[in-house]
T-cell receptor, first 112, second 114 residues
Framework: GESVGLHLPTLSVQEGDNSIINCAYS??????FIWYKQESGKGPQFIID?????DKRQGQRVTVLLNKTVKHLSLQIAATQPGDSAVYFC???????????FGTGTRLKVLA | EPEVTQTPSHQVTQMGQEVILRCVPI?????FYWYRQILGQKVEFLVS????????KSEIFDDQFSVERPDGSNFTLKIRSTKLEDSAMYFC????????????FGEGSRLTVL
């Protein structure tokens, strides 16, 4: 049978509030980072990416911040909506490799 | 919008049986991947594939796993002799270039090993 899953950290926010999801990455050689959203029963969906020569990048309602000094990545979602409820994963990659390594994930619950 | 498609969506098999999971990557993409996700856990890299050969593989991708691109469109993952712990969602993904850029994922194939 299937293994019991890890308990995902959960962030609960009120609809309309801003959300901040954090991620610590492991490889100091990583130079490319992505946030993915995964809804129940679906594959990961790209949200936004950032290269290591930047510390901030904005998209539509989302902002990614990168702090290479402490190997920390965050995703900010403005005016959180019910449709934002999902599990969010950060992923890291580096030049010269051909894989992205995913973090553990954070479940975002939007409260009406 | 182009998408990665995977079949079957769910497969149930007996332990020890061979399983083939199929994927059709996005047509102009050159790099292909398999990831797996055990229920409730993170997405784990299995293997990357480029120019008809494996580019990189993880320690999970042992001798019981193999990948193939049998024609110009399909990309398959074969598990030779399934174990209970192979039960997971298997995601195929593709990307235009190799190590940066949006990795497009399929909806996954759920494998249940009894």
């Amino acid at each position: 049978g299937e293994s019991v899953g890890l308990h995902l950290p959960t962030l609960s926010v009120q609809e309309g509030d801003n959300s901040i999801i954090n991620c610590a990455y492991s490889n100091s050689a990583s130079d490319y980072f992505i946030w993915y959203k995964q809804e129940s029963g679906k594959g990961p969906q790209f949200i936004i990416d950032i290269r290591s020569n930047m510390d901030k990048r904005q998209g539509q309602r989302v902002t990614v911040l990168l702090n290479k000094t402490v190997k920390h990545l965050s995703l900010q979602i403005a005016a959180t909506q019910p449709g934002d409820s999902a599990v969010y994963f950060c992923a890291e990659g580096s030049s010269g490799t051909y894989k992205y390594i995913f973090g553990t994930g954070t479940r975002l619950k939007v409260l009406a | 919008e182009p998408e990665v498609t995977q079949t079957p969506s769910h497969q149930v098999t007996q332990m020890g049986q061979e399983v083939i999971l199929r994927c059709v990557p996005i047509s102009n993409h050159l790099y292909f991947y398999w990831y797996r996700q055990i229920l409730g856990q993170k997405v784990e890299f299995l293997v990357s594939f480029y120019n008809n050969e494996i580019s990189e593989k993880s320690e999970i991708f042992d001798d019981q796993f193999s990948v193939e691109r049998p024609d110009g469109s399909n990309f398959t993952l074969k598990i030779r002799s399934t174990k209970l712990e192979d039960s997971a969602m298997y995601f195929c993904a593709s990307i235009v270039s190799g190590n940066t850029g949006e990795l497009f994922f399929g909806e996954g194939s759920r494998l249940t090993v009894l």
